[in-house]
């Protein structure tokens, strides 16, 4: 498997005011992009051609994945990921794709996922976590079949996580209707209710939903992803900085305290600033004292 689909046309609705700036794939995590490292995790497992789709300030995804083979496809109307993967069939040429949520971070072994997909020559095997926040996958006594999603087909509650990463055959398209907005979960029903939607648990690594405010900014409080304070910050003498990841041109001017904080690139806290479990994320300089807020 050569290729992959990294979802990038959510509305981000759960990462609001940050993705009136910013489409919520490319939110900074270590002053990357996320999509950046979910590209990066593909080609790791070897992939070397990517299809991203875009929706919401698609001219924010200018010159992603520079070095890499990327296409994107705008979507005028949002597709979802059902119509998003149809949109993508003629570029996907008959072969097989990794799809990998854009809001997603994962050190997951994903060649282990790609090695069994093509072993099973099923229409789609998902990655699964056996622990995490939202266990709504049931699986079969031999864990590769998926019976029931969120107990939708009445089988089970479910068991195990669903990463947000998974393969797609081409045979699949075929369950998904052209031209509509729709999902992919009524197809994977159709699939599991036939006992072809395959799995592979992976819970080795690290997997993180970063879609939310309080995961963001856990991501960043947990992951040792590269320097905290970027080479180009300034960091002013008397300005106080703990644990905090400050970004590529942002300023800290001397007086300030940043504790439990992400400052986007280009920020500016004034000398008379607190901040509390914040981000930074406008242009504009920040002063005064905030716990928990978006400014």
């Given at each position: 498997?050569?290729?992959?689909?990294?979802?990038?046309?959510?509305?981000?609705?759960?990462?609001?005011?940050?993705?009136?700036?910013?489409?919520?794939?490319?939110?900074?995590?270590?002053?990357?992009?996320?999509?950046d490292?979910?590209?990066?995790?593909?080609?790791?497992?070897?992939?070397?051609?990517f299809?991203?789709?875009?929706?919401?300030?698609?001219?924010?995804?200018?010159?992603?994945?520079?070095?890499?083979?990327?296409t994107?496809?705008?979507?005028?109307?949002?597709?979802?990921?059902?119509?998003?993967?149809?949109?993508?069939?003629?570029w996907?040429g008959?072969?097989?794709?990794?799809?990998?949520?854009?809001?997603i971070?994962?050190?997951?072994?994903?060649?282990?996922?790609?090695?069994?997909?093509?072993?099973?020559?099923?229409?789609?095997?998902?990655?699964l976590?056996?622990?995490g926040p939202?266990?709504?996958?049931?699986l079969?006594?031999?864990?590769?079949?998926?019976?029931?999603?969120?107990?939708?087909?009445?089988?089970?509650?479910?068991?195990?996580?669903?990463?947000?990463?998974?393969?797609?055959?081409?045979?699949?398209?075929?369950?998904?209707?052209?031209?509509?907005k729709?999902?992919?979960?009524?197809?994977?029903?159709?699939?599991?209710?036939?006992?072809?939607?395959?799995?592979?648990?992976?819970?080795?690594?690290?997997?993180?939903d970063?879609?939310?405010?309080?995961?963001?900014l856990?991501?960043?409080?947990?992951?040792?992803?590269?320097?905290?304070?970027?080479?180009?910050?300034?960091v002013?003498?008397?300005?106080?900085?703990?644990?905090?990841?400050?970004g590529?041109?942002?300023?800290?001017?001397?007086?300030?305290?940043?504790?439990?904080?992400?400052?986007?690139?280009?920020?500016?806290?004034?000398?008379?600033?607190?901040?509390e479990?914040?981000?930074?994320?406008?242009?504009?300089?920040?002063?005064?004292c905030?716990?928990?807020?978006?400014?």
């Open positions: 498997m050569k290729q992959a689909f990294i979802l990038g046309a959510g509305l981000g609705n759960r990462l609001r005011p940050l993705t009136a700036r910013l489409p919520k794939p490319l939110v900074p995590l270590f002053h990357r992009p996320l999509a490292w979910a590209l990066e995790a593909c080609a790791r497992a070897g992939i070397g051609r299809a991203v789709n875009t929706h919401h300030l698609p001219e924010a995804w200018a010159g992603f994945g520079a070095g890499h083979d990327v994107l496809f705008h979507e005028p109307v949002l597709l979802e990921t059902g119509g998003g993967m149809k949109n993508i069939g003629t996907m008959g072969g097989a794709v990794l799809v990998h949520n854009g809001d971070f994962s050190t997951l072994p994903l060649e282990r996922l790609i090695a069994a997909h093509e072993a099973s020559g099923l229409p789609v095997t998902l990655a976590r056996s622990t939202a266990l709504h996958i049931a079969d006594a031999t864990g590769k079949r998926v019976t029931d999603i969120h107990g939708m087909l009445g089988k089970a509650k479910g068991s195990h996580l669903f990463t947000g990463i998974y393969c797609v055959s081409p045979a699949f398209l075929d369950l998904i209707p052209a031209g509509e729709i999902s992919v979960i009524p197809a994977f029903l159709q699939l599991a209710r036939a006992g072809q939607l395959g799995a592979i648990v992976l819970d080795e690594g690290v997997w993180l970063l879609g939310d405010r309080a995961s963001y856990q991501a960043h409080r947990e992951l040792i992803l590269g320097p905290a304070i970027h080479p180009q910050a300034t002013e003498p008397g300005a106080h900085v703990e644990r905090s990841v400050i590529p041109g942002a300023v800290m001017r001397a007086g300030s305290v940043v504790r439990d904080s992400v400052v986007w690139a280009g920020g500016e806290v004034t000398g008379d600033a607190v901040l479990r914040c981000i930074v994320f406008s242009a504009e300089p920040v002063s005064g905030w716990e928990d807020a978006d400014l």
